[in-house]
């Protein structure tokens, strides 16, 4: 069986949210990339084109609260890490009637019974002292798989990543 946290395809394809467009920023539409991490669960960086960041999510199919898992990758793989607050990360729980037929079904007859949460790192278009907005970008040019966030005036296209 699945590692305890693991969130397997049946489920992701359901909790896999309607793609929207960049809101505030370019209005194409986002893209969501998983990024596999050290832990159980699955983690996704829904990012426009040009590299902004609109959301990043953390499932676990556990009982355990998953958000200091999610803070710890974001610490680890952000700059400056100091943009990363834990009140900027909301718990959710996702139930089985508002994830279709399908998932519901697999969710009851799955044993051990455990609630499927989602984490989401919201970092919003900031201002520093002198005024000028900021906003959170990422670069996937790390590896396999790996991802770098990192702060970048909030009109930029695709910006320069500092660990490039
Ligand atoms: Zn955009
Ligand atoms: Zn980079």
Redesign the pocket.
Known sequence: MSRTGAVPPILRRALRPATPH?YR????PLRGRTVPISAPGWLCVYA???G?VSVVTYHEWAKTDPTPTLLRFARSHTSPSTVVRRWDMRLAGRHGPELGVTAERFLAKARPIRPVRVVYWRLYPFKKKDGSAFRLFACFRHGVGAVQFFVAPRESQSPPCPRC
Not at 25 to 28: A, F, G, P, V
Request: glycine fraction near 12%; aromatic fraction near 0%; hydrophobic fraction near 10%.
């Open positions: 960049c920023h370019c209005d194409r426009c084109p040009g902004a």
